[in-house]
């Protein structure tokens, strides 16, 4: 494989393996919100929030970290506008102290944040608009969480960018496939890998112990262990399902996100660490298993989106059910045999917006995935044309997409429409 090949996979893991502390869509929200205050200069009295359906349905449930349990768009805005520092990022509401907390609670209780349905084709899109006593302040964000496409201070504008496309904001995905992925957890320098793979050991690992020891939502990763037995198979749903848990309700830990999803940096990372020191597996092994994992989960992403009514858990967990064939020296052909048997089990979980229950969404699609991996060890696998299984694996993983992103358009508005209605 060509070597700007494997800097390219560097440059994606580079940008997709952040840290986020919360729920991705509300600190979205807190971070373009905290972006328009600083520009603002003064005192803001006002917020304006113009939200599309995806945005509305992932902010709704889920706790805000930092902010004593509050939800909602309002909340997010707010507490991004008051107390939030945009110079952390997706770690904008790290900082928030109680004083903070005390102001956004009066703003919200004056009622000074409007949230309004924002009609657009793009399913992360939001436009924040601040006031204060003598201007307006507008911050527009795109396709990505961070990706602010324009900001305007009192008609004025002062950032722009043009004409941007989902595909144009990001690195080069092009030559993401199984093959290549394969190729590159399996040789590139070890040295190169490990900035990321310890990243996710320390944050995805801390916050699946902190679930685990309770106190968020109904304690679902103990709930799993004294439902099943205590394998390792078992012990990596637990753990994932117990770091969700912990993350949707508000724990103020940070995660390292794949793919624009702190719940996809889970899916695809805890069950291989988990599973990896309960079975003695090499921490080399390891390291090259998580960037497989990664990326695998990456480009299951790329056909799909970063919202969609289909639920990103799926594409992570079967990553991860492929990671853990990769992980014990599976082949090439039992790796893409875990994929499909996964793919002809569970392509059509739908995404409900972010909650506690995704939790078990992890739990359940994690099942499937390291049930058909222990499939693909013994040489079983579904035949092509099973239902949408196609002769390739990569063509099974964008029909996949095709049908999450295209073919689920309606579901997902309809989803909305009774978030909305509620």
Known sequence: MDKKIYDNFIAILTEELIPAMGCTEPIALAYASAKGAKVLGGEVIKITAKCSGNIIKNVRCVRIPNSNGMTGVEAACVLGAICGDESRNMEVLEAVTDEGRRKAALFLSAGKCEVEYLESIIPLHFIIELYSDKSKVKVEVRHSHTNIVLIEKDGEVLFRQDDVKEETIAVDRTDLNVENIFEFAENIEIERIIPFTKRQIECNMAIAEKGMQGGF???IGKEILEAYQGNAITKAKAYAAAASEARME????????TSGSGNQGIASTVPLIVYARETGISEERLYRALVFSSLLTVFQKEFIGKLSAFCGA???????????????GGTLEQI?????????????????????SCAVKIASALDASLFAHKLAMKGKVYEANTGILQ???????KSVGHIGKVGMKQTDSEIVKFMIKN
């Open 336 to 356: 893409k045999d875990t994929i499909d048997n996964t793919m002809a089990n569970i392509p059509g979980i739908i995404c409900d917006g972010a909650k506690a």
């Open 250 to 257: 508000g724990c103020d830990m940070p995660v390292i996100i």
């Open 391 to 397: 002769d390739d694996t990569g063509e099974t993983i």
């Open 217 to 219: 939502g109904l304690g």
């Open 314 to 328: 799926v594409s992570a967990s079967c990553a991860a059910g492929a990671a853990v064939t990769y992980m014990i």
